[in-house]
Nanobody
Framework: QVRLVESGGGLVQPGGSLRLSCESS????????MGWYRQAPGQAPGKERE???????????NYADSVKGRFAISRDAAKNMVYLQMNPLKAEDTAVYYC?????????WGQGTQVTVSS
């Protein structure tokens, strides 16, 4: 069992920045692709969370078009941490942000951290 805990969310003004952190309870980066997703407020029940970015065990990185050039994913294997640097933030980035770990036979989610972008 892998436990993921996100932190770093909060209230920020448009144009500002935040860095989200995701701590894993185990050293999994060599096996799992680590990703970030979000779910906007008022989203219809059952609608999938929006994919944002991922980093593979080999270090390959990919971003959704909606955040490319603004968000950056990184990891620190020594600390079992994955990060999402977000800058500049827009009002439409308001959502609950989730960390995800997945491989062919297992998937884990964190509990989420709220990001609110508002003036």
């Amino acid at each position: 069992q892998v436990r993921l805990v996100e932190s770093g969310g909060g209230l920020v003004q448009p144009g500002g920045s935040l860095r989200l952190s995701c701590e894993s309870s185990a050293s999994i980066f060599g096996l799992y692709t680590m990703g970030w997703y979000r779910q906007a407020p008022g989203q219809a029940p059952g609608k999938e969370r929006e994919y944002l970015a991922h980093i593979t065990p080999g270090g390959d990185i990919n971003y959704a078009d909606s955040v490319k050039g603004r968000f950056a994913i990184s990891r620190d294997a020594a600390k079992n941490m994955v990060y999402l640097q977000m800058n500049p933030l827009k009002a439409e980035d308001t959502a609950v942000y989730y960390c995800n770990a997945n491989k062919w036979d297992a998937i884990y989610w964190g509990q989420g951290t709220q990001v609110t972008v508002s003036s």
